[in-house]
C-alpha cells in the first residue's frame, strides 16, 4: 500500500523533475513565507551567548544590500577624556608642566649678550669635537647652563660634566667675549625647544650674530638614489640660511633630505629672524661615541669661523684618546 505523500509525489510531474508544483492559473505556486523576526528581536538565551545573540540580531541585515553600520568607539576618546578631566587631573598637568619649564642660567650678569659668533653643537660627537679641537680651560670660561628635565634625560646646574653626562652648556672665549660656544649634549624634546630658542637667543643680541651649528644624525635617515651601502661614512652635508653667504666646508644637502629636532629648530629660528646660519650635518652609521665621527667634523676646521679658534693638532688628539679613553671606562659596567 502506497503511503499519501507517496502518491502525491508521483502524480505531480513537476515535482518530480525537481520543480515547484503550479497554481491553479498555470504559474509556479511560491512556497508559504517563513515567519521573519524582527531585527531587534531578542531569544531566550542566558549569560554571555545571550548578549552576543542580541548584538548579533541588533547589527542583521532585514533586506539583502542593507548596509548595516557597526558600533565604533572612534573620535570618542578625546571627547571622553576632555568630559572625564577632574580638578585633580588638571592640577597633575599643571605641575608637569612646570616640571618641562628649561631654565637658563647665565653667571654674567649683563644682558643681552652681545654676540658676534655663536657655535652649537648638539649631540655627543659634535660636543666632543668642540672639546677636543676648541675648548680648552684656559681660553675658555663656563657663563651659563641649562636646566631641563623630560621623559629622556635630566640636567643640573652643575658645570663639571663627564663625557657621559647629558648637559648644556654655554662657553664665552676670553680673548673675544663676543664668541660664544653652546655644548648641548642632552634631548631637547619637542615640546621644549621652543622654550630653548626664546630664552637663549633671547639673552643675546641679533645683530651682526652669526650662528654655526654641528650635529650628527643616523646614515639611514639620508635620502638619495643611490644605495646607501656604496656611501662612505660619515659623511658631511651642510644647509644654510638665506643670509648665510660664506662659503661652506662641504656638499650642501640635496633635496628631499630634512633635518629633525633642535638643529632644524635653530636654524629655522636663525631663518625667521633672518640671521646668517649654517647647519654641518654628520651623517654616521655609529650611535655612540666614535673618533671616526668625531673626526668628520674636521673639515669646519679651515672654515673662517673655527680656524681662528682650533688647537695644535698633536695637542687636539691627545685630548681626542683621552675623551675616548674616560667614556668607554664610564660605560663599562664590569669597573
Given at each position: 500500500m502506497e503511503s499519501p505523500s507517496l502518491r502525491a509525489f508521483q502524480s505531480c510531474p513537476d515535482a518530480a523533475q525537481g520543480v515547484r508544483p503550479r497554481g491553479p492559473e498555470g504559474r509556479r505556486a511560491l512556497p508559504p513565507p517563513l515567519p521573519l523576526r524582527a531585527a531587534g528581536a531578542s531569544r531566550a538565551c542566558s549569560g554571555a551567548e545571550g548578549g552576543a545573540a542580541q548584538a548579533r540580531a541588533a547589527t542583521m541585515a532585514t533586506f539583502f544590500g542593507e548596509v548595516v553600520v557597526a558600533p565604533s568607539r572612534a573620535g570618542l576618546d578625546e571627547e571622553e577624556e576632555a568630559r572625564e578631566e577632574t580638578p585633580e587631573d588638571r592640577e597633575i598637568r599643571r605641575e608637569i608642566?612646570?616640571?618641562?619649564?628649561?631654565?637658563?642660567?647665565?653667571?654674567?650678569?649683563a644682558e643681552p649678550l652681545v654676540c658676534s659668533r655663536f657655535i652649537v653643537a648638539?649631540?655627543?660627537?659634535?660636543?666632543?669635537?668642540l672639546s677636543s679641537f676648541i675648548l680648552d680651560s684656559v681660553c675658555w670660561e663656563v657663563i651659563g647652563v641649562v636646566k631641563?628635565?623630560?621623559?629622556?634625560?635630566?640636567?643640573?646646574?652643575?658645570?663639571?660634566?663627564?663625557?657621559?653626562?647629558?648637559?648644556?652648556?654655554?662657553?664665552?672665549?676670553?680673548?673675544?667675549?663676543?664668541?660664544?660656544?653652546?655644548?648641548?649634549?642632552?634631548?631637547?624634546?619637542?615640546?621644549?625647544?621652543?622654550?630653548?630658542?626664546?630664552?637663549?637667543?633671547?639673552?643675546?643680541?641679533?645683530?651682526?650674530?652669526?650662528?654655526?651649528?654641528?650635529?650628527?644624525?643616523?646614515v639611514a635617515d639620508y635620502k638619495?638614489?643611490?644605495s646607501t651601502l656604496t656611501l662612505v661614512s660619515p659623511f658631511l652635508k651642510a644647509l644654510k640660511t638665506k643670509e648665510f653667504q660664506e662659503q661652506v666646508c662641504c656638499p650642501l644637502l640635496e633635496q628631499?633630505?630634512?633635518?629633525?629636532?633642535?638643529?632644524a629648530a635653530v636654524l629655522s629660528y636663525c631663518q625667521v629672524w633672518?640671521?646668517?646660519?649654517?647647519?654641518?650635518?654628520?651623517?654616521?652609521?655609529?650611535?655612540?661615541?666614535?673618533?671616526?665621527?668625531?673626526?668628520?667634523?674636521?673639515?669646519?676646521?679651515?672654515?673662517?669661523?673655527?680656524?681662528?679658534?682650533?688647537?695644535?693638532?698633536?695637542?687636539?688628539?691627545?685630548?681626542?684618546?683621552?675623551?675616548?679613553?674616560?667614556?668607554?671606562?664610564h660605560n663599562n659596567i664590569y669597573i
Open positions: 608642566e612646570k616640571k618641562r619649564e628649561i631654565e637658563v642660567l647665565w653667571s654674567c650678569a648638539i649631540g655627543r660627537n659634535a660636543a666632543a669635537f631641563l628635565w623630560n621623559e629622556w634625560c635630566r640636567t643640573s646646574s652643575t658645570t663639571n660634566v663627564l663625557p657621559t653626562d647629558s648637559f648644556c652648556l654655554f662657553y664665552r672665549l676670553i680673548a673675544d667675549p663676543t664668541v660664544l660656544l653652546c655644548q648641548c649634549s642632552c634631548y631637547v624634546a619637542e615640546d621644549q625647544q621652543f622654550q630653548w630658542l626664546e630664552k637663549v637667543f633671547g639673552s643675546m643680541q641679533k645683530k651682526g650674530l652669526q650662528v654655526t651649528i654641528l650635529s650628527t644624525c643616523p638619495t638614489q643611490e628631499p633630505n630634512i633635518v629633525r629636532d633642535l638643529p633672518g640671521i646668517p646660519a649654517v647647519l654641518y650635518q654628520c651623517y654616521t652609521d655609529v650611535i655612540k661615541l666614535d673618533t671616526v665621527t668625531i673626526e668628520a667634523f674636521k673639515p669646519l676646521l679651515s672654515s673662517k669661523l673655527l680656524k681662528s679658534l682650533a688647537k695644535d693638532a698633536s695637542e687636539s688628539t691627545k685630548i681626542l684618546k683621552k675623551f675616548l679613553t674616560t667614556s668607554e671606562t
